[in-house]
């Protein structure tokens, strides 16, 4: 089988993990052509930990040489590396959802230059139902988004609206509003809201709720779809990641699944 050639933007939490197993256990179906992160400290921290070592490369350097670019970089930059990507003809999986929100008719361009954008699912379960039922009507889609407060540390909304959460002691919701004004306010924080938009009624209709509590330990996500084919509710209780507490266990884990689909000829619940 020839390997497909694997190109990551951004090598933090997610693009460092990918990274990792390209390099050791994926190593048969991928070849890490190279490395990307405006801090270059990243990537030669990440150059330690590989079995073989990667190339750091320039964007546009690296979007040409290989076969498939990762995004895990931020949602500021995904809609631009998306664009060059369709520009050169390369297959993207992106990470960074939200970016793409408002950008939505690169997913048409993409599709008419026969470039493959891959969207994992994420921290998230249940966008496979939601697909199927985007099949048929669906009347809403809710989030519901529980993180403990330094899973939302940083967040525009917070800062804009002047809410310390070490002042926060109780279950508190931060937010309600759609996903499109939940993205804007917390692009770092809820890619979730992106994906179920992408995936079913568009980002001014699905709905986010986002609620905090010192007391909370994990990254839980509900989602309630209501449509002609029934309600479907589901609950993904995450562990968040060691390297960046905004980010998903999970997450990380969808992204390497989705590659190894990408590679491998049998999928499964694709
Ligand atoms: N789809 C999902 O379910 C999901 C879940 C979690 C995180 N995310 C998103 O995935 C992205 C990566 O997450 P992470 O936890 O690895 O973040 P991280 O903060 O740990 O790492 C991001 C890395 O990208 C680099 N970077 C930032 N801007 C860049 C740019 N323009 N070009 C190149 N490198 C750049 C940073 O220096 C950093 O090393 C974030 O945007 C995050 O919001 C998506």
Known sequence: MKKLRIGIIGCGAIGSRIAIECSDRLSGIFDLAGLCDVDDDKIAALNVSLKKKARALRLDELIKEVDIVVEASSAMASADILERCIKN???????????????????????????????????????????????????????????????????????????????????????????EEAIRGFPANVNVSAVLSLAGIGAKNTRVRIVTSPAYTKNVHEVEIVGDSGRITTKTENIPSKDNP????????????????IARSVRIGT
């Not at 950008?103 to 697909?131: F, H, R, W």
């Not at 998903?248 to 992204?255: D, M, T």
């Open 246 to 261: 905004k980010t998903s266990a999970l997450a990380i884990c969808s992204a390497i699944a989705t590659l190894e689909g």
């Open 89 to 179: 003809n390369r297959d993207c999986l992106i990470m960074s959802v939200g970016g793409l929100l408002g950008n939505e008719s690169l997913l048409s361009d993409a599709e008419a230059a026969g470039v493959k954008v891959y969207i994992p699912s994420g921290a998230v379960c249940g966008i496979d139902a939601l697909k199927g039922a985007s099949v048929g009507k669906v009347e809403s889609v809710t989030l519901t988004t529980r993180k403990p407060p330094r899973g939302l540390e940083g967040a525009p909304y917070l800062v804009r609206n002047n809410i310390d959460l070490k002042l926060i002691n109780s279950e508190t919701t931060l937010f309600e509003g759609s996903a």
